[in-house]
C-alpha cells in the first residue's frame, strides 16, 4: 500500500485537539504535519516494528465509561499484522486487569508500541473487530509515529510467566493512594495514561489514546490520597491526550514498577491548569496535569518481564522538579 497520509477529506484531529492547537497558535502548521504522517492504515515500518515488540501498552474504557492503561505482554511476535488494516494480539489481559472486561468486539481501543532499548514508538488507534481466548483482532482507524522524548533506556527480561499471563497475583484495590501506591507514584520515571473522545463512533479521529509520559523520578506529585499532579513538557504538539481532556476529563493512569514486576492502575478526572506560578516554576513544563483519583488497583508482581535501567533521556536535563516548584510557592507565600 503506497504511503500516502492521511486521505480523507476531514482533518486528522478532532475538535478537542484543534481547539488546543488554535489556542497556542500552531494550527495551521500541525493541521499540514498530520496530514503527513497520521494514516489510517499500518505502514510497512510499523507492522514490522509490533512484530518484534515484547509487550504493548493499551487504552480501553469500561462499561462505566472509565478509561484504563493496561499492558499486554507476550513472546516477540504475539502482536502481528496480517495487512495494513488490522492488527491481532495474540495474549490475553494480565491477571486483574480492566483490559480483561473491556475488549468486546466494537469496543473502542488505543494502543502504543514503544521499545524501550531504542525509545521508538508508534501509536494505533481502532477498534476490536474479533476475539477469543487467544487475543483479539483491531481494525485499524489511525496510526502515527511519535517522537522519543522523555523515555528512559531499559534492557526488557522476560520471565517464564509471559506464558501465564492470567496467573492469580495479589491484588489491592481502593478508592484512594494507599502508602505503597503513594510511594510507587514518587519514584516513578515514567507512566502511561489513557483517555477518550467518542461522541461519532464512525468519525476515525475519535476514540481511545494511550500515551507515554516520562520525568526524573519524582515528576509526578502526590499531592494526597486522592489527588496527583503532573507536568505537560513540550510534544509533538498534536494534543491527543490533552485534546481529549478538554472534552471528557476522564484519564486512566498506569504505573509500572520495573524491578518488581508490581502494577498501579488508576482511573479518574484530569484538568488542565494552562499558566500560573507552578507553570512558571516548573522548568521544561508548559502546563501542569492534575488527576482526581477515583479508583486504584494495584496488583503485585503483575509484569512478566523486568525493565533493567540504563540511561535517561537527555532532554530531561532541561526539565525541573516538584522541590523547586515548593520552595517557589513557599517564597511566594512569604511575600504575601
Known sequence: MPDGGWTHDYSPFHRGEMEIQQRLGVRNLVEGVGRRVVRDYLPEQHRAFYAQLPFLVAGSVDHAGRPWASILAGRPGFAHSPDP????????????????????????????????STRRRNRLNGRVSAADEHGFEISVQQSFGNCPQYIQTRAITMLPAVDDPGRVRPVHRSERLDHDSRAMIGRADSFFIASVYSEDRNDFVQGVDVSHRGGNPGFVLVEDTTRLIFPDFAGNKHFYTLGNIVLNPRVGLLF???????????TGRAEIIWDGPDVDAFDGAERLVPCDVESVIRVDGSLPFRGGFESFSPVLRRTGNWQEVIAARRSLNRAL
Open 85 to 116: 488494516r488490522r492488527l491481532i494480539v495474540d495474549t490475553q489481559p494480565l491477571y486483574a486487569d480492566p483490559l480483561g472486561q473491556n475488549w468486546d468486539i466494537g469496543h473502542d481501543i488505543g494502543l502504543l508500541g514503544i521499545e524501550l
Open 256 to 266: 509500572p514498577d520495573f524491578y518488581s514486576g508490581d502494577l498501579l492502575y488508576l
